[in-house]
Nanobody, 115 residues
Framework: QVQLVESGGGLAQPGGSLRLSCTASMYLFSLYTLSWYRQAPGKQRELVASISGSGSTDYADFVEGRFTISRDNDETTVYLQMNNLKIEDTAIYLC?????????WGSGTQVTVSP
């Protein structure tokens, strides 16, 4: 059974940093595209960043160079380093693994940015 478990969320001040982690229990982890999504109250879920099996990355426009996605295939973990956080980054951040028509989600970790 595939499991994705996020951690690292919490409270940060504007301009601060957080590092999210998502550890997966799954076979062939290295071949999956891994992504971070977020969902704020009353808003649709949106893609934040993704990283392919080959290491290619893609970011939403609103990231503006503040976040970095990375993966450690040996540890079956994907990370999201978030710097220069803004109040509007407040949301539940969810990890996603996709490939071959399969989609797996974590349950999310709350990120709150507040003065």
């Amino acid at each position: 059974q595939v499991q994705l478990v996020e951690s690292g969320g919490g409270l940060a001040q504007p301009g601060g940093s957080l590092r999210l982690s998502c550890t997966a229990s799954m076979y062939l982890f290295s071949l999956y595209t891994l992504s971070w999504y977020r969902q704020a109250p009353g808003k649709q879920r949106e893609l934040v960043a993704s990283i392919s099996g080959s290491g290619s990355t893609d970011y939403a426009d609103f990231v503006e160079g503040r976040f970095t996605i990375s993966r450690d295939n040996d540890e079956t973990t994907v990370y999201l380093q978030m710097n220069n956080l803004k109040i509007e980054d407040t949301a539940i951040y969810l990890c996603h693994a996709g490939g071959w028509g399969r989609n797996y989600w974590g349950s999310g970790t709350q990120v709150t940015v507040s003065p």
